[in-house]
Nanobody
Framework: QVQLVESGGGLVQAGGSLRLSCTASGRTFNMAWFRQPPGMEREFVAGISWSGRDTAYADSVKGRFTISRDSGQNTAYLQMNDLKPEDTAVYYC??????????????????WGQGTQVTVSS
């Protein structure tokens, strides 16, 4: 079983940037970031294939967020630029045991991190 641990969350002013990291204890195929804003359901943010060649983004973060992963496939990143107050949420890293063609379906993910808080002030 793969363990995922997120880091990099914190407080930031609107317009600022944060870089989240997700360290995996073993190899994963698809990896993704989800988030859960206060009082809202968990939502898809960004996903990336095992090779790092394919990515997907929620419409709300396109052009602002970039997902990537390292060559060893042990760490995924979420570079968040031009942060907005509506980006405030607990951000969760997720990974799959096998390859799936869909990134956005949370039920496809086998491994989940505990979450890291991102708070964007206005």
């Amino acid at each position: 079983q793969v363990q995922l641990v997120e880091s990099g969350g914190g407080l930031v002013q609107a317009g600022g940037s944060l870089r989240l990291s997700c360290t995996a204890s073993g190899r994963t195929f698809n990896m993704a970031w989800f988030r859960q804003p206060p009082g809202m359901e968990r939502e898809f943010v960004a996903g990336i294939s095992w090779s790092g060649r394919d990515t997907a983004y929620a419409d709300s973060v396109k052009g602002r967020f970039t997902i990537s992963r390292d060559s060893g496939q042990n760490t995924a990143y979420l570079q968040m630029n031009d942060l907005k107050p509506e980006d405030t949420a607990v951000y969760y890293c997720a990974g799959t045991m096998y390859y799936y063609s869909s990134y956005v379906t949370d039920l496809n993910y086998d491994y989940w991190g505990q979450g890291t808080q991102v708070t964007v002030s206005s």
